[in-house]
């Protein structure tokens, strides 16, 4: 999922993920952001980061936070897990395939947006249309919005290519 700030690409991939999982799939998220990432200050976990720990973690009964000081490759990020589908939000400068997701004032992706599958409009009560290139959906679209997903998969070297292609 891709788009600009405040462009429903966070509520487009909740309801990905909740219709991907009805349909008995098991989902990896990942958010990429070019903004300065770490843990929050002054927690314990945060006093070992600033300390220089390479890694350090917060192991809960149910959840578990890794942190790295480090940029991890994505086969790094997937390796171990097993998942039908890993949903990246963010990575806009990809070849990666995308759902670009658009503001009220965006008439569409610009023209440097690549490898767009399919547009998302957040605003209720829109229909879903064709635009001639790919398919405009709104949030009541979401089980037509997962079949584009299930058929715009790839496989995970090739994401890792575009994810190394991206950084360039």
Not at 13 to 18: D, E, K, R, T
Not at 56 to 78: C, M
Not at 103 to 122: G, L, Q, T, Y
Not at 153 to 168: F, Y
Request: aromatic share 6%; net charge negative; charged share 25%.
């Amino acid at each position: 999922m891709s788009g600009f700030s405040k462009s429903g690409k966070t509520t487009l991939i909740s309801l990905i993920v909740g219709e991907l999982r009805k349909r008995g799939h098991s989902v990896m998220t990942i958010k990429h952001t070019q903004h300065q990432v770490a843990p929050p200050e002054g927690s314990d976990t945060w006093r070992h980061w600033r300390a220089g720990a390479k890694t350090t973690v917060l192991l809960g009964r149910k959840v578990t936070i890794v942190t790295r000081n480090r940029e991890l490759a994505l086969l790094e990020l997937v390796a171990g897990e097993e998942q039908d589908y890993v949903i990246i939000e963010g990575m806009k400068n990809s070849d990666l395939p995308k759902i670009w997701c658009l503001r009220d004032d965006e008439p569409e992706p610009p023209e440097s947006a690549e490898n767009v599958v399919a547009w998302f409009r957040s605003e209720s009560g829109a229909s879903q249309h064709n635009t001639g290139k790919v398919s405009i959906f709104t949030p009541e679209d979401v089980s037509a919005i997962v079949d584009v997903v299930e058929h715009s998969a790839i496989d995970a070297e090739r994401v890792n290519q575009a994810w190394r292609t991206s950084k360039a």
